[in-house]
């Protein structure tokens, strides 16, 4: 099993950044890729970034020259950069691990960022 920790979240005003962080713990070898998704109230959770092990990256077109995805991986842990931050932005940020078994099934808790005008 991969465990999942985020942290970095909070409240920022709109053109703020935020960096948020994930440590993942357990069966790391099992992970092939690990992303950031989002959920905003009453929609659905969506894809931010992902990057892969060989270090591969994918953004979400919202995220694309403002969000940037990497990792460190003496320390198991993947970051996201938030720049220039926009209200459309406030959601619940989930870290998630694609594994060799099962896909994208494993989940953070999730952390807040709230963006104001």
């Known amino acids: 099993q991969v465990q999942l920790v985020e942290s970095g979240g909070g409240l920022v005003q709109a053109g703020g950044s935020l960096r948020l962080s994930c440590v993942a713990s357990?069966?790391?070898?099992?992970?092939?890729?690990m992303g950031w998704y989002r959920q905003a109230p009453e929609k659905q959770r969506e894809l931010v970034a992902y990057?892969?092990?060989?270090?591969?990256?994918n953004y979400a077109d919202s995220a694309k020259g403002r969000f940037t995805i990497s990792r460190d991986n003496a320390k198991n842990t993947v970051y996201l950069q938030m720049n220039s931050l926009k209200p459309e932005d406030t959601a619940v940020y989930y870290c998630?691990?694609?594994?060799?078994?099962?896909?994208?099934?494993?989940w953070g808790q999730g952390t807040q960022v709230t963006v104001s005008s």
């Open positions: 990057i892969t092990n060989g270090g591969r990256t």
């Open positions: 998630a691990a694609d594994l060799r078994i099962g896909g994208w099934n494993t």
């Open positions: 357990g069966s790391i070898f099992s992970i092939n890729a």
